[in-house]
């Protein structure tokens, strides 16, 4: 990921004003009034409020759920941005990414697949509503109960089971993407068969998770978790000015409340004395620095430190 200019201004701001969500007005107080720590830029891959929440597929997890959740280097991370399109699979996107680097990492880089989101966003009967979302919990406990094939983009159409929908345009000078659907995409049919000329069945191109667990809600043990095992799954709290992001180390400034969305936390750093997370989001590559944002760590910013996941591969 290129290194931004990113000028860093810590503030809170005191006035109540709310704008629309792709206002130039939202855009200009991010940028020019609120002291934030990252900047604003207009987006286009959503139209409206509920278009973008559409894409905000990660369910919460009741109490119950993550009680029974507890965990029974040389890391090599995937630099791949993928694209959910106009689906709610984030909860799928964010699971299959970790996944892949963990089984790559703990194979000292002998096996690199790429996860398919296409095979965990269909199949996974327990894991939700496919595009409609689910919860990121239950798709590590697929992993390890029923095991994912890979499966790379529409565009690549690598793998056993490629994902079915297009990129879509984030922003305005987005070349060659066509704006995101305004309707979610139905949930892919569970085909349980590899494209046509794949070089392995179904069955022989799974990959299996060892086990499925919680990482415990603290800075340490979610940083701790990464260094030891690799990147996680995490959930956080998704506000209007989240969609304008377009650089810098991101913190709610003021807008509404979306939903929940789930994304991959990969690494950590500190820029100007700002703690931040590290994190690959799932909005192809022209979102955000790259398709990666920055968001304040240890203050369980958003929520984002509240709800993460893991697991380890069976290899």
């Not at 919460?60 to 040389?74: F, G, H, I, L, V």
């Not at 984030?90 to 680097?101: I, N, R, Y």
């Not at 703990?106 to 697949?113: L, T």
């Not at 983009?153 to 690598?158: A, I, M, N």
Request: aromatic residues 10%; charged residues 25%; glycine residues 8%.
């Amino acid at each position: 990921m290129d290194s931004p200019i990113i000028v860093v201004v810590q503030a809170t701001p005191s006035s109540k004003t709310r704008f629309d969500t792709y206002s130039d007005q939202l855009i200009h107080y991010v940028n020019e009034e609120s002291g934030a720590s990252w900047k604003a830029a207009r987006s286009t891959r959503f139209n409206s409020i509920e278009h973008m929440k559409q894409h905000l597929g990660a369910l919460a997890e009741t109490p119950e759920q993550r009680k029974s959740r507890r965990p029974t280097m040389k890391h090599h991370i995937s630099n791949k941005i993928r694209d959910q399109s106009s689906c709610g699979s984030c909860w799928a996107f964010g699971a299959v990414e970790a996944m892949s680097d963990r089984v790559c990492i703990h194979s000292n880089g002998q096996m690199k697949p790429h996860l398919s989101a296409r095979d965990l966003t269909s199949c996974c009967r327990t894991c939700g509503f496919g595009c409609k979302g689910g919860y990121p919990a239950l798709a590590w406990d697929y992993w390890e109960s029923d095991g994912i094939v890979t499966g790379g983009s529409l565009e690549e159409q690598t793998g056993c089971a490629p994902y079915p929908f297009p990129k879509c345009s984030h922003y305005e000078s987005s070349k060659g993407l066509k704006p995101c659907p305004d309707e979610l995409y139905p949930t892919p049919t569970c085909e349980m068969k590899c494209q046509a000329g794949y070089n392995k069945t179904y069955d022989e191109d799974k990959f299996y998770g060892n086990s499925s667990y919680n990482v415990e809600k603290s800075e340490k043990n979610i940083m701790y978790e990464i260094m030891k095992n690799g990147p996680v799954e995490a959930t956080l709290t998704v506000y209007e000015d989240f969609v304008v992001y377009k650089s810098g180390i991101y913190h709610h400034v003021r807008s509404r409340l979306m939903g929940g969305h789930a994304v991959r936390i990969l690494g950590w750093g500190v820029e100007n004395g700002v703690k931040y997370w590290l994190v690959a989001n799932s909005w192809n590559e022209e979102w955000g620095e790259n398709g990666y944002f920055r968001i304040r760590r240890g203050i369980n910013e958003c929520g984002i430190e509240s709800e993460v996941t893991a697991g380890m591969p069976l290899l």
